[in-house]
């Protein structure tokens, strides 16, 4: 009899086990290569601020999963299925962070990428014949795209977050320059109509980098002006999980690790 009642209560605390690691909310990151640069371990030198991100939170209450890849615009993250891959696992309760817009400004029909989006957050559309897929493709304007994103999560009950891109390594007369009139401002847009979270990595990381020097950010670009080391990109995970603290009546940042 005693056996049973244990194999009963051992039974019972896998069940429980079980409910609850289905019920732990998931951070859901999708971006660029800025994001997660290659393997997201860092096998080039190069590293993106989501591969950090883990190390902020309390993984036994969240998970945290980076589906950043390198070389995707807003558009083809959604045109090669990879937002599909979330959306059949997102739930409420759960968060998706993004930010693209480093490639979105690049061609938009050819055999090479393929990639860009119509600029602007309007309901643009341009119908091509992909060069690269050889598909038939409507595509859409940068806003339509973060929009369709922002609003998919949010009828699954998750939280969105808008993040701007990231800013590269380009300095004009001692200031970084910044996207304020293209894509930072269009994210943002986005963020306000929507009604997501937005945090603005474009301003907060340039002024970061001001504070810090064009000397001593270079050491953050070992390559070219986009893609930062590992020092640079720990920096900007940081950053992004400050802004996390500071967004008004957002749950996520309860989960955040205390140092």
């Not at 959604?78 to 059949?88: C, P, V």
């Not at 922002?150 to 969105?160: L, N, R, Y």
Request: hydrophobic share 35%; glycine share 10%; with cysteine.
């Amino acid at each position: 009899m005693k056996k049973t009642y244990l194999l009963f209560f051992m039974a019972l605390m896998a069940f429980s086990f079980t409910l609850f690691k289905k019920d732990k909310p998931t951070i859901f990151i999708i971006g660029d290569s800025t994001v997660r640069n290659g393997s997201g371990k860092g096998s080039d030198g190069l590293w993106g601020w989501g591969s950090f991100m883990d190390q902020h939170f309390d993984t036994t209450q969240i998970s945290v999963e980076n589906h950043a890849i390198g070389g995707r615009s807003s558009r083809t993250f959604l045109t090669e299925g990879r937002w599909d891959k979330i959306m059949a696992k997102l739930k409420k309760g759960d968060y998706v962070i993004m930010q693209f817009g480093h490639n979105d400004g690049g061609a938009i029909n050819d055999t090479s990428r393929a990639r860009g989006s119509i600029k602007g957050i309007g309901d643009d559309i341009q119908e091509i014949d992909n060069m690269l897929t050889k598909k038939h493709e409507i595509v859409h304007s940068y806003g339509w795209y973060m929009r369709k994103y922002v609003k998919e999560a949010q009828e699954k009950g998750a939280t969105p977050i808008i993040c701007s891109l990231v800013p590269r390594n380009v300095w004009k007369e001692g200031k970084v320059e910044r996207a304020t009139q293209s894509y930072a401002l269009w994210a943002k847009q986005i963020a306000e109509e929507t009604g997501a979270y937005f945090i603005d990595l474009n301003e907060v990381i340039s002024q970061k980098y001001e504070a810090l020097g064009q000397d001593e950010v270079k050491k953050f670009f070992p390559t070219d002006h986009t893609h930062p080391n590992y020092k640079g990109s720990q920096l900007t995970a940081s950053i992004v999980v400050e802004q996390i603290q500071g967004l008004k009546k957002c749950k996520l940042k309860k989960f955040v690790q205390a140092k």
